[in-house]
């Protein structure tokens, strides 16, 4: 998606994409979940949706926003990743 940026970077840019999607929601209502960037910096393309209040809880935890799929042991890229709009459950 982006190529050329270090995993370090894409991560901090996502951050700051994230942080602009939350003022959004913030601002609009803050019942409902955003899709925000899984910030785990691989090009992993994954959409997270949060609601407003648990990205704040995460940002105060000083937590990344992360895919399920990225949560893993591993990254696989997996062209099967549930559409975002809802948290798979886990077993
Ligand atoms: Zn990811």
């Keep these: 998606m982006l190529p050329g940026m270090s ?3 894409r991560s901090r840019l996502f951050q700051e994409v994230n942080d602009r999607i939350y003022d959004l929601l913030a601002s609009a209502d803050s019942d ?22 648990a990205f ?22 997996d062209s099967e990743a549930p559409a975002a709009g809802g948290i798979p459950a886990l077993g």
């Design 56 to 77: 704040v809880t995460l940002r105060e935890s000083g937590g990344l926003v992360r895919s399920p799929n990225c949560r893993r042991s591993r990254f696989r890229r």
């Design 32 to 53: 409902l979940p955003g899709e925000f960037l899984c910030e785990c910096g691989r090009d992993c393309d994954q959409r997270v949706p949060l609601l407003p209040a």
């Design 7 to 9: 995993p370090r970077q």
